[in-house]
């Protein structure tokens, strides 16, 4: 069952972990690969996504390190990944619609899927639930972030 809190329109899906500081999701595959993607708040403050370059599948990244380069009409800006690994899948979704991000950036508009090389020590860093809920509260606020989605 999917719990998802709303905070400014904000959607904050609780099953999911977050690094709050790079504005990422992760999501836990059953196959041990995660996936990541920019957060609902992430996508609200970048705006309408014009362009998105992937980093290639096979691409080994450490913690930190950028895997994907976005830009929007009001920025430009690194994709960090939260977790080391290498990428197994990119979302090629993106060559025909640049604003699944924007339209649906828990679902369809996921970024990439690693396999990670040191979760158990670096997703210690990571939150999920109510700790995640909470960051995102105070972040949201100091940041006057008010999410909207583009139409497309």
């Not at 999911?16 to 836990?28: C, I, T």
């Not at 595959?29 to 705006?47: F, K, N, R, S």
């Not at 450490?62 to 690994?85: C, D, H, M, N, Y």
């Not at 899948?89 to 060559?95: H, K």
């Amino acid at each position: 069952m999917r719990v998802m809190a709303v905070y400014n329109a904000c959607e904050i899906p609780e099953e999911l972990y977050y690094d709050v500081d790079y504005d990422v999701w992760v999501r836990l595959e059953e196959d041990g690969t995660v996936t990541l993607g920019m957060t609902d708040p992430a996508q609200a403050q970048c705006g309408r996504i014009v362009n998105i370059t992937l980093k290639g599948v096979g691409k080994a990244l450490r913690r930190g390190q950028s895997a994907a380069i976005i830009e929007s009409a009001k920025w430009v800006g690194p994709f960090p990944t939260p977790l080391s690994g290498v990428i197994v899948a990119v979302n090629e979704g993106f060559r025909s619609d640049l604003l699944l991000a924007n339209k649906d950036p828990y679902g369809a508009g996921w970024l990439i899927r690693l396999r990670p090389t040191n979760f158990a020590e670096e997703s210690k860093v990571l939150l999920t639930g109510s700790a995640a809920v909470e960051a995102y509260r105070k972040k949201i606020d100091q940041r006057k972030v008010h999410c909207i989605r583009c139409a497309g």
